[in-house]
């Protein structure tokens, strides 16, 4: 099946240094990416989606300027958390999405600590 | 908007049945899912439905009622490793997935 990856897995950054979290596919290409962000004992929430060489589309409330999505290839998706602070301390998950409505496939997650 | 509403824990014993249930508001339809997670993993696909009736695959089957608003996830003959949260998710209008808050099953011995 098609496999996702994401890095790193897990990453601990000081509150106003900025974080990069890579995400692949590795065995096809993604016409679109999306970026979620889960909170303990919280479902996914949803924070942008972007289609390869076109800005990303933010949801309501998520800071364009904070969370930066670059997707640069149909393979690679990049999020860049600015200027970190401790309420940014989530599990991020990107999604990517090869063609129809079950292809859909999950990273495994990257999990975020800003101390 | 969009609105998704599951039980937030569930309890049962292995080898039994346990059906979880799904309510949804939303503004344009385009297919229900229901995701499995196991605590610090990313969401593995279980099931799709996006006609009215019952899809089955193997341990899992899945149930929609379009005009009610409704899904409900059976899961059959219970396993230990059954133990985890389970996620609604509904693609909308733009073809986004909403996901529910989940719903944590512990199966016990």
């Known amino acids: 099946g098609a496999v996702v990856s994401q890095h790193p897995s897990w990453v601990i950054c000081k509150s106003g240094t900025s974080v990069k979290i890579e995400c692949r596919s590795l065995?096809?290409?993604?016409?679109?990416m999306f970026w979620y962000r889960q909170f303990p004992k919280q479902s996914l929430m949803l924070m942008a989606t972007?289609?390869?060489?076109?800005?990303?589309?933010?949801e309501q409330g998520v800071e364009k300027d904070k969370f930066l999505i670059n997707h640069a290839s149909l393979t690679l998706s990049t999020l860049t958390v600015t200027s970190a602070h401790p309420e940014d301390s989530s599990f991020y998950i990107c999604?990517?999405?090869?063609?129809?409505?079950?292809?859909?496939?999950f990273g495994p997650g990257t999990r975020l600590t800003v101390t | 908007g969009q609105n998704i509403d599951q039980p937030t824990e569930m309890t049962a014993t292995e080898g039994a049945i346990v059906q979880i249930n799904c309510t949804y508001q939303?503004?344009?339809?385009?297919?229900l899912f229901w995701y499995q997670q196991h605590a610090g993993e990313a969401p593995t696909f279980l099931s799709y439905?996006?006609?009215?009736g019952l899809e089955e695959k193997g341990r899992f089957s899945s149930f929609l009622s379009r005009s009610k608003g409704y899904s409900y996830l059976l899961l059959k003959e219970l396993q230990m490793k059954d133990s985890a949260s389970y996620l609604c998710?509904?693609?909308?209008?733009?073809?986004?997935?909403?996901f529910g808050k989940g719903t944590m099953l512990l199966v016990s011995p």
């Open positions: 999604s990517a999405r090869a063609g129809g409505p079950l292809e859909q496939y």
């Open positions: 065995d096809f290409q993604a016409t679109t």
């Open positions: 972007s289609n390869e060489g076109s800005k990303a589309t933010y």
């Open positions: 939303t503004s344009g339809f385009n297919g």
């Open positions: 439905n996006v006609l009215d």
């Open positions: 998710a509904v693609r909308g209008g733009y073809s986004t997935l909403t």
